[in-house]
């Protein structure tokens, strides 16, 4: 049976398994380095690999780990996808984004959250306008999906860079983004955001397990 078509129980204990070990090693802070030497270990651990490993082969298995949990770990932190309830924390989603962007009085346009980047739409009244978003990393896809909206839009689009704890955007930074966003037609805002604990969690917890075992619903 190829890894394509592992038997759903089997696939949904996997997804829960790496994402703790994901959320239990703050996976997004590993360098590159340590996050191939992680997928090693995964191949090697009991509960992952040695799972895995009886529906093909150890190159196989590796793509998997990488293509599927990991490849969606950091959308499903946002909020977003259909992974979101395997991750352990994440952040409060995009309404704490338009809040940062516009201020009161501003909601997300229904179904308008997408992705590369992660943007969504804001309403308030009759006016509409595009807020994207995402690490300093990630500034140039941001201004220039920014730029795109700007031409074709009468409201100014807004990109919001967030942060969070032990992430920090050097003030000279910040100044170029500033002068970029501006010429762009753009507003731009920093928003340091806390990680939660995920109310979509799969997982279910109570006094007689650790606070991050999780229990299958079903």
Not at 76 to 104: D, L
């Amino acid at each position: 049976m190829a890894l394509q078509h592992l038997p759903a129980p089997i696939r949904e204990r996997l997804l829960i398994e790496i994402y703790q070990q994901a959320n239990d090693m703050d996976w997004e802070f590993l360098s590159n380095a340590e996050k191939t030497n992680q997928y090693r270990r995964w191949i090697e651990d009991p509960k992952v690999g040695g799972v895995l490993l009886a529906y093909g082969p150890e190159k196989d298995a590796r793509v998997w780990i990488k293509d599927v949990p990991m490849k969606e770990y950091a959308r499903a932190q946002e909020g977003i996808g259909s992974y979101v309830r395997y991750a352990v924390n994440r952040f409060q989603g995009p309404e704490e984004i338009v809040r940062a962007a516009c201020g009161s009085g501003w909601v997300i346009k229904p179904d308008s959250v997408g992705e590369k980047p992660n943007h969504c739409y804001a309403v308030a009244g009759e006016a509409t306008r595009y807020i994207c978003w995402g690490r300093a990393a990630n500034f140039r896809d941001l201004i220039w999906a920014a730029l795109n909206e700007a031409i074709d839009s009468t409201e100014r689009p807004a990109i919001v860079i967030t942060t969070r704890n032990g992430e920090t955007v050097s003030t000279a930074e910040r100044t170029r983004q500033d002068r970029l966003a501006l010429r762009c037609g753009a507003d731009l805002r920093y928003l340091h955001r806390e990680i939660v604990p995920n109310p979509d969690y799969l997982g279910v917890t109570d006094g007689s397990r650790s606070q991050l075992q999780p229990t299958l619903l079903d």
